[in-house]
């Protein structure tokens, strides 16, 4: 049983940034694939970015790549979202997702545990 709690979002003026992070508790964290998802009003949940067990190989979606970098640090169960150059198109609630043993890059079926999302704003 993995719990994930997120936080560092909110409201941003386009062009700034904000580091999300994920704090995950319960034993082997190493274990798990994680994941960032994004919710927009009125649209699916999608897969923003995501990162292999031990942190080697990263998944970005096209419209992120190059302004959002996920990391992870195993030693502190938690995950990052660095998110650079924010647009007002990045407004969604942002949840971040655990995969026992998984791909990082599987869509959200595929994921055991969700924390309960942080909604980040980009005003214009």
């Known amino acids: 049983q993995v719990q994930l709690v997120e936080s560092g979002g909110g409201l941003v003026q386009a062009g700034g940034s904000l580091r999300l992070s994920c704090a995950a508790s319960?034993?082997?964290?190493?274990?798990?694939?994680m994941g960032w998802f994004r919710q927009a009003p009125g649209k699916q949940r999608e897969l923003v970015a995501g990162i292999s067990w031990v942190g080697s190989r990263t998944y970005y979606v096209d419209s992120v790549k190059g302004r959002f970098t996920i990391s992870r640090d195993n030693a502190k169960n938690t995950v990052y979202l660095q998110m650079n150059s924010l647009k007002p198109e990045d407004t969604a609630v942002y949840y971040c997702?655990?995969?026992?043993?998984?791909?990082?890059?599987?869509?959200?079926?595929?994921?055991?545990?969700w924390g309960q999302g942080t909604q980040v704003t980009v005003s214009s």
């Open positions: 997702a655990a995969n026992y043993y998984g791909d990082y890059r599987a869509s959200e079926t595929a994921y055991d545990y």
């Open positions: 319960g034993r082997a964290f190493s274990s798990y694939a």
